[in-house]
């Protein structure tokens, strides 16, 4: 098997360093950057400014499109393929230039809220142009798709300019047991922008930029665009944007579209935005929310006309939070007692600010039956990664997630992705074994486990575990914790509560809170520097507009976002 480092220089043509397509098109880019990039970036700090600001900007004429897109194409070329080598945008639109170009003359409206605004798309989400949509995966490196994924497309109409690919951990990281989130077969390791060059012995970062919408958080987090999106089965926007200090809206199942997005699980699978500031998701909630006739779980979509409308800075006030941590349980005490104590400190003060700003409350664990799970909810696979450190043990993963996977992904290679000879899973666990040596770094237990399923949802076991989801992290959980303590949400450590909320379908809302970091265990006395915790609002289903507002109002009294060091203007 091929060293890292040996990886890393034989892969960069094709991955998230510079595209055979974008070498080509990179003389054309830095001269347009040469001539664009004072114009922007003297107009608009482009390396920390919000979606927000950008659209304003724009709208007064203080820059264009094509100004704008030059300034984060070259913060792109100097952060991420240059410099610190964060390695967060997978592949470049070669048309980003030319679309930006055509909006110069247009501004951000309520037909087109979006206009001229550079963003970019977790490389699993469909686009039918000349960027390919591969999941990072070296079976799908030539792949394209038929047409633009839902969520594309309205961002499309609302006047957005693709700006390109984010990396992403492979195949949303359901292939191998244990892979580094922010690590794909193609796109190589995507690195936490507040710590760039600590790995371990293995050459895996140390504080990894989250999974798997690894790219599109550390994209947002440097700069390199002005916001991202990313998709979540259970924790996958919610954790790189605890990692990179951002915030992220994962939906109710059902509030955005799922068509044309790689999936994992049918019945967690949603995309959500990754931005710099609650008001900026909001935005870009109101453009994705929507009902699909090509995803049925849209038709029962509920939302408001506008999700910044509710917004406001003393939208905590009389709100009645519940906190999963009982001191007098503390058996039961799952979500916040065994917090490192740097953690501990973070959402200390932040449940401090809450009260202050003037919320009730309520401290109570959740019921023991809402976090453990029902009975036969996960299977054994056994772990054969070859860097793990665990390598020979059983792995557990949700029943729910291997026996959706085969089926959905089958699906999706049928009817969405073109310019590949790979049609199904079984094709791409023929390629891999067949590239072991490039394709096969960290394994692929989870797909052999997920193929082994029949592929048509037909068995026993997976209605079961599906059933023993819904009545553990629903029914006995969230729904029970807050009906019983009568609470307007629930507040979570970072990535702490993602299951129970994903298996429920239900909303998250996560916003920067403080940061954390110091010794690491095995390391002879090496301490991480100080990287984001975020602080995470969850809600019953279609609550994102209170839960909106709540985030809103705590952002506004912590002010608690800090951009990463070494990133500065151009």
């Known amino acids: 098997m091929a060293k890292p480092a040996q990886r890393k220089q034989t892969t960069r043509a094709r991955r998230g360093g510079l595209t055979r397509r974008d070498l080509a098109l990179l003389p054309v880019v830095i001269g347009a950057v040469a001539s664009g990039r004072a114009e922007a970036e003297g107009s608009l700090a482009v390396e920390n400014a919000s979606l927000a600001d950008v659209a304003q900007a724009l709208s007064a004429g203080k820059i264009t499109a094509s100004s704008l897109a030059r300034a984060y194409l070259a913060r792109i070329e100097a952060y991420d393929r240059a410099g610190p080598g964060l390695n967060a945008v997978r592949e470049i639109n070669p048309d980003a230039l030319s679309l930006a170009g055509r909006l110069d003359g247009a501004k951000p409206s309520a037909r087109q809220p979006l206009a001229g605004v550079p963003i970019l798309v977790k490389d699993n989400i469909a686009t039918g142009d000349k960027q390919h949509t591969t999941a990072g995966s070296l079976a799908l490196e030539s792949a394209r798709a038929r047409d633009d994924a839902t969520v594309v497309k309205r961002l499309r109409a609302a006047g957005a300019v693709i700006l390109g690919k984010a990396n992403l951990t492979e195949f949303a990281n359901i292939i191998a047991i244990e892979m580094p989130s922010g690590y794909s077969s193609l796109g190589g390791q995507v690195k936490n922008p507040y710590s760039t060059s600590l790995l371990d012995d293995r050459g895996i970062p140390l504080v990894l930029p989250g999974g798997s919408s690894a790219g599109s958080a550390v994209a947002v987090a440097a700069g390199l665009c002005a916001a991202a999106i990313g998709t979540e089965t259970s924790g996958s926007l919610l954790s790189p944007a605890t990692q990179n200090g951002v915030v992220t809206v994962k939906p109710t199942v059902g509030l955005i579209s799922r068509a044309g997005i790689l999936p994992i699980s049918h019945s967690q699978d949603t995309a959500g935005p990754l931005t710099r500031t609650v008001r900026d998701a909001a935005i870009l909630l109101n453009v994705l929310a929507a009902r699909d006739p090509l995803d049925p779980a849209t038709q029962h979509l509920q939302r408001p006309n506008d999700y910044t409308a509710g917004l406001d800075k003393d939208g905590l006030k009389g709100a009645r939070i519940g906190v999963p941590s009982d ?11 065994k917090l490192p ?38 299977m054994g696979v ?10 020979g043990e059983p792995a557990t993963p949700p029943i729910v997630f291997l026996y959706e996977l085969k089926h959905d992904l089958n699906l999706y290679l049928r009817d969405w992705a073109v310019g590949t000879k790979i049609k199904t899973m079984a094709d791409i666990i023929a390629f891999n074994q067949a590239n072991a040596d490039k394709a096969l770094r960290f394994g692929q237990d989870l797909f052999l486990a997920a193929q082994a399923t029949r592929g048509d949802l037909s068995e026993l076991e997976y209605k079961s575990a599906r059933a023993m989801d819904l009545q553990s992290a629903k029914e006995r959980g969230l729904d029970a914790y807050m009906t019983q303590h009568k ?9 702490a509560g993602a299951s129970i909320a994903a298996k429920a379908g239900y909303p998250s809302v996560q916003v920067p809170a403080g940061f954390i970091g110091g010794p690491i265990d095995g390391m002879g006395g090496k301490e991480t520097p100080d990287f984001p915790l975020g602080l995470t609002f969850a809600g019953r289903a279609w609550s994102e507009a209170k839960l909106l507002r709540l985030a809103y109002a705590y952002e506004q009294a912590s002010d608690a ?7 500065p203007a151009l």
């Open 382 to 391: 056994l772990n054969r990664n070859p860097l793990s450190k665990r390598k």
């Open 561 to 567: 976002r800090r951009p990463p060091p070494g990133l």
């Open 341 to 378: 104590e740097r953690s501990k400190a973070v959402m200390a003060k932040a449940i401090e600010a809450l009260q202050d700003a003037g919320a009730t409350i309520v401290r109570a664990n959740i019921p023991t039956a809402g976090w453990i799970g029902g009975p036969g909810t996960t």
């Open 327 to 337: 001191p007098d349980d503390p058996l039961n005490d799952f979500y916040m007692g």
């Open 487 to 495: 609470l307007d949400a629930v507040v979570f450590s970072g990535t």
